[in-house]
Every structure is written in structure tokens, then in C-alpha cells.
């Protein structure tokens, strides 16, 4: 089947403006993860949905981030009021259960802001 | 301190040689362990997971964890060109689902 989604690939965006980022999840996957990548880093995660529920959110960076997951497959991450270091790839991971299996990783989502 | 530490290169290997990236992490906790390829403007895909201390190998890569060092590495044998790219390290402590990711250590495989 096929493999996770993520819309748009790229945003660029000036600051002070809100976007949504769109994640579309491997088909049956419960379990679903927002991370953000700069450059030079590795993946920090932001957020885990199990099914509809936020099971752990402790990587918002601030309340101008939140995502939500209305009917336990798609996922929305949503900023507010974006500021230049939001600037990162946004990337989206399933996994079948969440109990410590293997995420697959989207193509991610390139947010600039300008 | 981070909580996973890489070499971030970028290591130089000729072609056909073995390739050995090394990581070590903080929590004592931790369970799972995972590496991840990553090339540039792409997003990172799996390579190999441990559980358990000792080796596990798949294919040309080995993957090497020790709990009580807290040291995990990942051996690529007759290493190709294709081969180069960025490899994060990542663990998944028990009962978090969140993975922990490393900087990632960039390998280039030279002809």
C-alpha cells in the first residue's frame, strides 16, 4: 500500500501568518508522530497521536503549535502567528500500534518563513 | 549532555571497504534502538533495529548494541557508493513512543 503523505512539500510563508501542514498516515497505522528536522539535526519530536488522542505533546515548542487528529488518520499540524525559526522540515511517522515498533517517515513538509 | 552522540563526519571510505558508525546514548532506560538513512532532501528510512545486546545482521549491515556502554553501532560491509548519505541513530525508551534522535553522522563512500 502506500506509504505515509504529507501536503504541501513546500510552504513559504512570511511571518506572522498561520499554515497547516497535512499528514496522511500508512493505512490501519494507529499510532502517528509530527517531527521537525533543521538543518544539520536529526528529527525533535513535537507530537504522538494514538488513534484520535494526543498521548504525548511534550515536544510543542510553544502554544503557537497544535495538531490535531479528528477522526484517528489524517493529522493537521497547525502554527500560528510563524516566526523565522520556525523555518525546518516538518516531518510525519506512522507506525501500526505505537508500542515502540518502527516509524515510517513521510517526505516531509519544507516550511520557510519568510 | 545529549542525549545521543554522533560522529558527524563526515567519514570517508573507499569503495569496498567497511563502514563503522558509532552512537551513545544517555538513558539507561532505553530499549529500542534504531538506525536511519537519510539522504539529502529526503526524509530518513530504516536500516536496522536492536533489542537486544549482542549483533544483529541483515544483509551487508550489522548492527552492534551494548546496554551496559550504552553504545550502539551499525557496520556496513563492501561499502558503495550508494551507500553515502547521512545515518541517524535513534532510540526508543520504554514505554515513550517518541524516537531520540541523534545529529546524524554523514558517510561518503568514494570510487
Known amino acids: 500500500g502506500a506509504g505515509v503523505s504529507q501536503t504541501p512539500s513546500n510552504k513559504v510563508t512570511e511571518k506572522g501568518k498561520y499554515v497547516e501542514l497535512r499528514c496522511d498516515p500508512i493505512?490501519?497505522?494507529?499510532?502517528l508522530y509530527w517531527y521537525r528536522q533543521s538543518l544539520g539535526q536529526g528529527p525533535e519530536f513535537l507530537i504522538y497521536?494514538?488513534?484520535?488522542?494526543?498521548?504525548?505533546d511534550s515536544g510543542l515548542p510553544n502554544d503557537r503549535f497544535f495538531a490535531v487528529r479528528p477522526e484517528g488518520s489524517v493529522s493537521t499540524l497547525k502554527i500560528q502567528r510563524t516566526e523565522r525559526g520556525d523555518s525546518a522540515v516538518y516531518l510525519c511517522?506512522?507506525?501500526?500500534?505505537?508500542?515502540?515498533?518502527?516509524?515510517?517517515f513521510g517526505p516531509g513538509t519544507r516550511l520557510l518563513v519568510l | 549532555q545529549k542525549e545521543v552522540e554522533q560522529n558527524s563526519g563526515p567519514l570517508s571510505v573507499p569503495e569496498g571497504a567497511i563502514a563503522s558508525l558509532n552512537c551513545t546514548y544517555s538513558?539507561?532506560?532505553?530499549?529500542?534502538f534504531f538506525w536511519y538513512r537519510q539522504y539529502s532532501g529526503k526524509s530518513p528510512e530504516l536500516i536496522m533495529f536492536?533489542?537486544?545486546?549482542g549483533d544483529k545482521e541483515d544483509g551487508r549491515f550489522t548492527a552492534q548494541l551494548n546496554k551496559a556502554s550504552q553504545y550502539v553501532s551499525l557496520l556496513i560491509r563492501d561499502s558503495q557508493p550508494s551507500d553515502s548519505a547521512t545515518y541517524l541513530c535513534?532510540?526508543?525508551?520504554?514505554?515513550?513512543?517518541?524516537?531520540?534522535f541523534g545529529a546524524g553522522t554523514r558517510l561518503a563512500v568514494h570510487p
Open positions: 511517522a506512522s507506525s501500526p500500534s505505537g508500542s515502540g515498533e518502527t516509524q515510517y
Open positions: 493505512s490501519g497505522h494507529t499510532a
Open positions: 497521536f494514538q488513534g484520535t488522542g494526543a498521548a504525548d
Open positions: 538513558d539507561r532506560g532505553s530499549q529500542s
Open positions: 536492536i533489542y537486544s545486546n
Open positions: 535513534a532510540f526508543n525508551s520504554g514505554g515513550y513512543n517518541k524516537l531520540i
